[in-house]
């Protein structure tokens, strides 16, 4: 099978030109050549041409990827990637901290010598007798029951209540601080996970969240740092110390507040960095 197409030369002279095979082949053939010619055309009138698009999110993690890891980009004569590196170590650190305090059996104590009675975040571990490892609930619960015993229950009450509060809170401030360090870490390895304005306000609720336990505690136990020798009674509560666990507290508020601001500040510099790097390679 034949089909006979009008072609024009270089010179501008015009002639048939057969296509021979089957009528399939004939039309892949066809449409070879108008493929071509389309080609050349754009090519002939590319300068006409205006593309214009917006590089896409995984363009943006592999332009932002050199910024980040470029060496030679210098934030306060250190490289911007230690700075990386740094946030991710502090964050660590600061998830180890709460963990640690709150699993530690240091969280307050009462009296001097052989009086000297210790406790942690919920129940009190250096308690002696019937209430010796027991919860603050549960020493709570059998106090306040009984009208005679208001000394215990005061106390016990105070340290069940700041211990379940600052629990719930500081359980909300692990979770934000986990998708916080997976930010950071995603980051680093140059792929896009949450923008940056989501990552400012996780950022920000997780310290707003640690700073909200801190002040459940020491508000409710009213715990202070000294003057606690005496101990409580049946009929009288008296004033409690904070020990290991609410000093950590304090220093993971520090080190929160510290991590956000240079936080924040990377990513206002990595953007920059992530802009200069796109004209450069885009012009």
């Not at 980009?73 to 490289?79: A, E, K, Q, W």
Request: charged share 20%; with cysteine; aromatic share 12%.
């Amino acid at each position: 099978m034949s089909q006979d197409i009008f072609k024009v030369d270089e010179n501008g002279h015009g002639h048939q030109d057969s296509l021979r095979g089957s009528s399939k082949e004939i039309e892949e053939r066809s449409n070879s050549r108008s493929s071509h010619v389309s080609i050349e055309n754009g090519d002939q009138n590319h300068e006409d041409v205006n593309v214009e698009f917006e590089p896409d999110q995984e363009e943006i993690a592999k332009i932002t990827r050199k910024s980040e890891m470029d060496p030679n980009y210098i934030l306060h004569m250190v490289p911007l990637y230690c700075w990386w590196y740094g946030v991710l170590f502090l964050l660590f650190i600061t998830m180890c901290l709460i963990l640690g305090c709150m699993g530690t059996s240091r969280w307050i104590y009462q009296g001097k010598d052989d009086t000297k009675w210790r406790g942690g975040m919920l129940k009190c571990g250096g308690c002696s007798g019937p209430w010796e490892d027991n919860y603050y609930s549960t020493i709570a619960t059998e106090c306040c029951d009984d009208n005679d015993y208001t000394g215990f229950c005061t106390t016990f009450k105070h340290l069940r209540d700041a211990g379940i509060g600052f629990a719930v809170f500081e359980a909300v401030t692990l979770a934000l601080l986990t998708c916080w360090l997976l930010k950071v870490y995603i980051l680093i390895r140059g792929f896009y996970f949450l923008s940056d304005k989501v990552s400012i306000i996780i950022a920000s609720s997780t310290l707003a969240s640690h700073t909200i336990a801190l002040g459940i505690w020491y508000g409710v136990t009213e715990a202070g740092f000294s003057s606690c020798d005496d101990i409580t009674t049946i009929a009288d509560d008296y004033d409690i110390c904070a020990s290991h666990g609410p000093i950590l507290i304090i220093v993971n508020e520090l080190l929160f507040a510290i991590i956000l601001g240079i936080f924040i500040l990377l990513l206002k510099k990595r953007y920059q960095a992530k802009e200069i790097k796109r004209d450069i390679e885009l012009t």
